[in-house]
């Protein structure tokens, strides 16, 4: 059994979540349950940043401490994940403690080395991504780019950490290892981006000018910038169980992939003598008409919204199904509508659906066994075999959008395979011939189901257990025996029926419906 251990970006609490933060935590969680139906140990993190400008700023708006202010927010984030049925193992916060005592270690292990000295600066500074800003971030117009809001130009005394000593390293670094960032499109954006010599890297604030963070362990003036604080969460939080670092996979978006995460972060562990990660993951935006969603711009959707319209399961199926990781998508509610409806209501729910009312109707509601093979059954059967094998390498690719368009279309052939075999024709005959037929057919789309649930448990748990339930199965510990066609659910008494995704109440206006 392998160790597995993989985390998203900690969410920084300076509003609620928004679409992007439960996207990036759903596909972790795919990613995760599917390494551990692979057979690895999986340790799964996430959490959230709490230190920083812009959190104090908020907490003084509402007249309330920063402590408080976290508190509240991060409550939010937490309580989003069971919504969305995450599996994670852990959940950091940056104002712990046992993040606080590795953050005060490795500044002070940092500065013991010498790699970090003080200096005063004079230049510009956004005030949103809390970071020091060059001229080389401008536009060719000499204007700063929104993301920065407002820039100001300031002078102060501050601590750096050597980054421009190990650019060369990470070049290198980089160059020798292609696969350290997936797509691998993003890793030739961060060499581009480095073939400009990187500035020194400040790691202070005064406190005079920022309260809210964690003191410097060598000078109790200053408080850590927060990214430095921030990237060490997702060792922090590993920092005391033996044989979990490093991380497998991080799991970011891309807009903080260039410099933190690719930049800062690999260096930082060098410095610290830690080792790296196995690479990272950064997944892509949702679009809204052309354009990101977030909470500057306004247009972020509140994911709890269609949570409790739709569930879980279609939220999350949606997601996974509609992004190509590392690209960005739109989302539209007639295009989640239309996802619903054709591919989990009209297909999975027909099958589901199908498979417990003519078990019930013609076999006393107890699943029969196969009794032959003909080229409908054997086609079938090839069929899954390939299905398989191609998602579990698109899965092992982060391809899962193509993965459940493979599923769906084996849910389809079923679905055409019932058409052809008409059972509801060869339940009226008394040949034995087709009586023969109408028993395999019951057992043949039985099994075909309990196959695709197999596959797509990762992304819908809670209404693949429903299925597994009400066609009498409880799955095995392993999950690749689980793949194989066979004669499981001899036997099995079945539900007489399930509605797992019924219509909404605007059911007529529904894209997709015929």
């Not at 800003?133 to 780019?145: A, M, S």
């Not at 581009?192 to 202070?204: A, G, H, Q, V």
């Not at 994911?303 to 199904?321: H, K, Q, S």
């Not at 029969?368 to 698109?394: G, S």
Request: aromatic share 12%; charged share 25%.
């Amino acid at each position: 059994m392998e160790s597995f251990y993989i985390t998203t970006a900690i969410d920084y609490v300076n509003g609620s979540p928004h679409l992007g933060h439960a996207y990036e935590k759903v596909l972790t969680d795919v990613i995760a349950r599917f390494r551990r139906q692979m057979g690895d140990k999986v340790h799964f993190l996430t959490g959230v940043d709490e230190h920083g400008q812009k959190v104090q700023a908020s907490a003084r708006k509402r007249g309330i401490p920063p402590q408080q202010f976290c508190d509240e927010v991060s409550a939010e984030f937490r309580a989003l994940l069971p919504k969305l049925t995450i599996s994670n193992d852990d959940f950091i916060r940056t104002t712990e403690e046992r993040h606080k005592k590795v953050v005060g270690a490795i500044l002070q292990q940092l500065f013991d080395k010498g790699q970090i000295y003080k200096a005063e600066y004079q230049g510009f500074y956004s005030t949103r991504q809390e970071q020091f800003l060059q001229n080389k971030d401008r536009n060719p117009d000499g204007t700063w780019p929104e993301i920065f809001g407002e820039v100001t130009e300031i002078t102060e005394s501050n601590y750096f950490f050597k980054l421009r000593q190990y650019q060369e390293w990470l070049v290198e670094f980089l160059t020798t290892h292609e696969n350290f960032i997936f797509p691998r499109y993003r890793q030739k954006q961060v060499l581009e981006f480095l073939k400009d010599p990187l500035n020194d890297l400040c790691i202070s604030r005064p406190k005079e000018r920022l309260e809210w963070g964690i003191p410097l362990p060598f000078d109790s003036n200053y408080v850590t910038y927060v990214w430095f604080d921030a990237l060490l969460n997702y060792y922090s939080a590993v920092a005391d169980k033996p044989g979990v670092w490093p991380a497998t996979w991080h799991v970011i978006g891309k807009d903080i992939l260039v410099p933190p995460h690719a930049v800062y972060w690999p260096i930082m562990l060098h410095a610290a003598g830690l080792p790296l990660p196995g690479g990272i993951v950064a997944h892509g935006w949702w679009l809204q008409s052309g354009s990101k969603m977030s909470k500057s711009t306004g247009n972020a959707l509140n994911p709890l919204d269609l949570v409790t319209e739709f569930g879980a399961d279609a939220f999350r199926y949606f997601l996974i199904r509609e992004m190509n990781v590392g690209q960005d998508s739109d989302f539209t509610r007639d295009q989640f509508l239309v996802r619903y409806n054709s591919e989990l209501a009209n297909n999975l729910g027909n099958l589901v659906n199908r498979t417990l009312n003519m078990t019930t109707r013609f076999a006393a509601g107890v699943l029969p066994a196969a009794e032959v093979a003909e080229e409908l059954e054997t086609t079938l059967h090839a069929l899954w075999n390939k299905t398989r094998d191609e998602f579990i390498l698109l899965c092992e690719g982060f391809q899962f959008h193509t993965a459940l368009e493979r599923a769906m279309f084996f849910l389809t052939e079923t679905n055409a395979y019932i058409e052809k075999r008409a059972p509801w024709k060869l339940g009226k005959s008394t040949d034995a011939k087709d009586q023969a037929l109408l028993r395999t057919s019951l057992a043949t789309m039985a099994e075909a189901l309990r196959l695709a649930v197999a596959l797509i448990q990762m992304v819908t748990p809670t209404a693949s257990a429903k299925i597994n339930e009400v066609i009498g199965y409880a799955p095995g510990a392993i999950w690749r025996d689980e793949l194989i066609w066979g004669t499981r659910l001899n036997g099995a008494k079945v539900a007489p029926s399930l509605v797992l995704f019924p219509r909404p109440a605007s059911a007529e206006k529904l894209p997709g419906k015929s």
